[in-house]
């Protein structure tokens, strides 16, 4: 005859006490959990820099994607808010990183940011920048060095988008904000001129406007 609490579906509760080494093994990753947490927070990790994180990130791709001629301001928007708070890291952090602000990453975006800053200051009669021919080899340039060291350098040094640290952000954004603007001005420089009449941006074989 079979056992009626069988039947019943009764069984037998398992109790076993944890060995010391399960005991320490498990104290030991409970540590490391709390370690983790600790410095992912010391990094900005929240609810709140998360949800900015990513809402930026969708803003910025909607951008890209709907409103190209303006993606430039885009650009220099997360710029103005991105570097001063890595600087404010790096200056902070022992020993002090200030110095990686002469990387030729960092010097080539200063320097595509002040060259965008000189063509409005030109439009407008501020200044009076070099001709022509000037102009395309500038423009030559930054494609080379957008296109080039600086979107290879985004997938070899392994940037990361983490949304809520703002450094690996900025990261991304020297490297590969350049190139997504120059690509905008490439295939959208009818858009784009049309626009920012300071852009003249028929250096590559636009054909719809002809104006330098």
């Known amino acids: 005859m079979e056992d009626k609490s069988l039947l019943a579906g009764d069984r037998p509760a398992l109790k076993r006490t944890l060995s010391t080494i399960e005991r320490q093994t498990l104290e030991k990753g409970l540590q490391i959990v709390s370690a983790t947490a600790t410095r992912l927070q010391g990094k ?16 910025v791709a909607w951008s890209f994607g709907c409103i190209p001629q303006h993606f430039w301001i885009v650009y220099i928007l997360e710029a103005c808010v991105l570097f001063p708070v890595r600087f404010c890291h790096q200056a902070s952090a022992k020993p002090s990183e200030v110095a990686y602000w002469l990387d030729f ?34 423009f030559a340039a930054a494609w080379g060095v957008g296109c080039g060291p600086l979107l290879l350098a985004s997938a070899l040094l392994g940037n990361a988008l983490i949304f809520h640290d703002a450094d690996n952000v900025a990261s991304v954004l020297i490297h590969l904000f350049p190139s997504l603007v120059l690509h905008t001005m490439r295939f959208h420089g009818d858009v784009v001129h049309k626009a920012w009449p300071s852009f003249h941006l028929n250096y590559l074989g636009f054909r719809r406007y002809h104006r330098i």
């Open 105 to 138: 990453c960092w010097v080539a975006n200063f320097t595509s940011i002040a060259g965008i800053v000189a063509l409005f200051l030109d439009h407008f009669q501020v200044i009076a920048l070099p001709g022509t021919h000037f102009r395309k080899y500038m």
């Open 44 to 59: 900005g990790l929240s609810t709140t820099n998360f949800f900015l994180g990513v809402s930026n990130c969708l803003f």
